[in-house]
């Protein structure tokens, strides 16, 4: 099956950093989502991006899917963005594959 | 407000014990989904629903059963038969196909069984 490497597994940075996450799958995708978890377990979809660039303030991705990868980039790092990013990535089925996650943490 | 309601937040059970847990959604969204997420991993798909009355396995389904009697409701039921059943559940529902709209999550529920 697919796989999915998320990197860097762990991140630690002050506030106010800028930071980038990057997500590579082993095949061709349909869609590509990202997702922030934060420290009590709420999953939050950041943005359904299967190809191009997206924006939503502080947060940005960028899908090359011809080239099998994403980035997710942060900026102005708060410590509300602590927690763990996922990606996940869907080849025509309902089954999402989900990365490993990327765990940020912002210190003040 | 529109979302997806998972109950309870925590569950405790002895080993051999079924349980289930809830989850509701009031965002008329057609297919429904059931992740189970250990310590420090990704989440692994059980089960999915993409239509009332019908459901198909996810990667580990084994031990686990699901029912879709109306759109809003996919309880879970976690059965003796699964060996490891301490984990963290969560629901997830979204209006279309997997492969073309957007996954919402509950907040979870968090399973321990001794």
């Known amino acids: 099956g697919i796989q999915v490497e998320q990197s860097p597994p762990d991140l630690i940075l002050q506030e106010g950093a800028n930071s980038t996450l990057r997500c590579n799958f082993s095949d061709s995708v349909n869609n590509l989502q990202w997702f922030h978890q934060n420290p009590w377990g709420q999953l939050i979809n950041l943005f359904y991006i299967p190809s191009g660039t997206k924006q939503n303030g502080r947060l940005s991705a960028t899908t090359v899917a011809t080239e099998r990868y994403s980035l997710l980039y942060i900026s102005s790092s708060q410590t509300t963005d602590s927690g763990v990013y996922f990606c996940a990535v869907n080849q025509g089925a309902q089954k999402l594959v989900f990365g490993q996650g990327t765990r940020l943490t912002i210190n003040p | 407000d529109g979302g997806i309601t998972q109950s309870p937040k925590y569950l405790f059970r002895k080993e051999g014990q079924n349980v289930t847990l809830s989850c509701e959604q009031n965002?008329?969204?057609?297919?429904m989904y059931w992740y189970r997420q250990d310590p420090g991993q990704g989440l692994r798909l059980i089960y999915y629903?993409?239509?009332?009355?019908?459901?198909q396995k996810g990667d580990i389904a084994e031990g686990y059963s699901v029912s879709r009697e109306k759109k809003e409701s996919f309880p879970l039921t976690v059965t003796s038969a699964q060996k490891n059943p301490t984990a963290f559940y969560l629901c997830?529902?979204?209006?279309?196909?997997?492969?073309?709209?957007?996954?919402?999550f509950g907040n979870g529920t968090r399973l321990t069984v001794t």
């Open positions: 997830a529902s979204s209006f279309g196909q997997a492969d073309n709209s957007p996954l919402h």
């Open positions: 629903s993409q239509i009332v009355n019908d459901f």
């Open positions: 965002l008329n969204h057609d297919a």
